[in-house]
T-cell receptor, first 119, second 113 residues
Framework: EAGVVQSPRYKIIEKKQPVAFWCNPISGHNTLYWYLQNLGQGPELLIRYENEEAVDDSQLPKDRFSAERLKGVDSTLKIQPAELGDSAVYLC?????????????????FGDGTRLSIL | GNSVTQMEGPVTLSEEAFLTINCTYTATGYPSLFWYVQYPGEGLQLLLKATKADDKGSNKGFEATYRKETTSFHLEKGSVQVSDSAVYFCALSERQGAQKLVFGQGTRLTINP
């Protein structure tokens, strides 16, 4: 089974430029997550999708961040414009949530992340 | 709000030593608890989980017991190997609302041969 695929692995841009990250979840996984991981910290949820619907985007800074998952499969996360403080690793994860199972009990499978550096 | 506090790192041990990484949590109700591991240059992998009080999660020689009375989920392994060198994250999932994962800050473990 192929895992969660993210691209690019590394991205270096100048501040105020736009940047986009792409994630392809595990086939069949209906729930997709984007996390932000600052250096030396644990991941923090930015947004969660169930199929194509964003069901939790309360932590997404909507003035500069946007995300989409148009067909309920792969997803993109965009930052425009990027700021120095956005330098971090952006992780994507997916899980299969069915029926009435508690979302929190389902294992999340993570990609290797995109490391963003802002100059 | 909900939070997870982990033992400060980094932790350095010799091969075959006993490992304990402490984790305590603050949550409303009864969350599910997890340990994730992150090897260099890779994403996080689920190591083990426990969904209710007194449950013991185990995998690859690692164990952790859900202790409701002390709000703890300490990670242990009897004999560590060099290949266990990684960053370990304790996490909880909320029982209500968004049920998102809340992570601790991570503990970097280095095992010397």
């Amino acid at each position: 089974e192929a895992g969660v695929v993210q691209s690019p692995r590394y991205k270096i841009i100048e501040k105020k430029q736009p940047v986009a990250f792409w994630c392809n979840p595990i086939s069949g996984h209906n729930t997709l997550y984007w996390y932000l991981q600052n250096l030396g910290q644990g991941p923090e949820l930015l947004i969660r999708y169930e199929n194509e619907e964003a069901v939790d985007d309360s932590q997404l800074p909507k003035d500069r961040f946007s995300a989409e998952r148009l067909k309920g499969v792969d997803s993109t996360l965009k930052i425009q414009p990027a700021e120095l403080g956005d330098s971090a690793v952006y992780l994507c994860a997916s899980s299969l949530v069915t029926g009435k199972r508690r979302i929190g009990n389902q294992p999340q499978h993570f990609g290797d992340g995109t490391r963003l550096s802002i100059l | 709000g909900n939070s997870v506090t982990q033992m400060e790192g980094p932790v350095t041990l010799s091969e075959e030593a006993f490992l304990t990484i402490n984790c305590t949590y603050t949550a409303t109700g009864y969350p599910s608890l997890f340990w994730y591991v992150q090897y260099p240059g890779e994403g996080l992998q689920l190591l083990l989980k426990a969904t209710k009080a007194d449950d013991k999660g185990s995998n690859k020689g690692f164990e952790a017991t859900y202790r409701k009375e002390t709000t703890s989920f300490h990670l242990e392994k009897g004999s560590v190997q060099v290949s266990d060198s990684a960053v370990y994250f304790c996490a909880l999932s909320e029982r209500q609302g968004a049920q998102k994962l809340v992570f601790g800050q991570g503990t970097r473990l280095t095992i010397n041969p």
